[in-house]
């Protein structure tokens, strides 16, 4: 058994990331993203508040020092896009005092630098769960799930962003075995001993061929999850 979030409709919970520091922003954005959320940054305030008044975070990771105003000053002007989304302060200030200011002023937690990746990910999944903007559900193994994408072995149902997606046998099977290896990049040798079983010799195109099928029903009109490495193989990913 595991747990995952999803937003109300089905669909990956987003976070909008805000903080000036390019290295940790990429940091903090690969670990969200690893959990299937989707992820956007911002490296300023003003910055912050269009991103969140375009994407509607389910939570905000917010910086107490930003160039161009401080945290405070962004949560104040957050609060009027999205009066109810969880703020997660980020603060290298350990004072009792700003602690305080940063609660009081309508933030809902705090970690202070330097933190785990870990303690990031934990202390935005409680938010969001008391926030009721995302739903903890527990799946069985039986449900495969990569970013907005869910396979379900018993079932045979795929979805994306909640939105039924029909497989035949042979395109279900590709896209089983590229879900159960995330991030993994799977050689067309490997592909074709596990979904069709035998070797086709000469007639290793008919890889890239199921890859196109599953790539116009999984991909269209949606950012890209299949990828492909030029001599190397196969892989999917969460999209964005």
């Not at 690969?30 to 910055?47: F, I, Q, T």
């Not at 999944?125 to 396979?151: K, N």
Request: glycine share 10%; charged share 30%.
């Amino acid at each position: 058994m595991r747990t995952e979030m999803l937003r109300p409709g089905g669909g990956p919970v987003r976070v909008l990331v805000v903080d000036d520091e390019a290295p940790l922003v990429e940091l903090l954005s690969m670990a969200l993203r690893y959990e299937g959320w989707e992820v956007r940054s911002a490296g300023d305030g003003a910055g912050a508040v269009r991103r969140a008044r375009d994407f509607r975070p389910d939570a905000v990771v917010l910086d107490m020092m930003l160039p161009d105003m401080d945290g405070l000053a962004v949560l104040g002007r957050l609060r009027c896009e999205l009066p109810d989304v969880p703020v997660l302060f980020l603060t290298a200030k350990d004072s009792v005092e700003d602690r305080i200011a940063g609660l009081t002023a309508g933030g809902d937690d705090y970690v202070t630098k330097p933190f785990s990746l870990e303690e990031v990910v934990a202390r935005l999944r409680g938010l969001i769960r008391r926030s009721g903007t995302a739903a903890a559900a527990v799946r069985d193994e039986s449900l495969l799930a990569v970013g907005d994408l869910t396979l379900d072995e018993d079932s045979h149902e795929v979805a994306r962003g909640g939105e039924g997606i029909h497989l035949t046998a042979t395109e279900f099977e590709l896209l089983r075995f590229l879900m159960r290896n995330p991030r993994r990049v799977l050689s067309k040798a490997q592909i074709l001993d596990r979904v069709w079983s035998y070797d086709f010799g000469g007639k290793a195109n008919v890889v890239e061929l199921y890859i196109s099928y599953l790539r116009r029903k999984i991909d269209a009109g949606r950012p890209p999850m299949i990828h492909t490495r030029r001599g190397a193989g196969y892989l999917i990913k969460p999209g964005g």
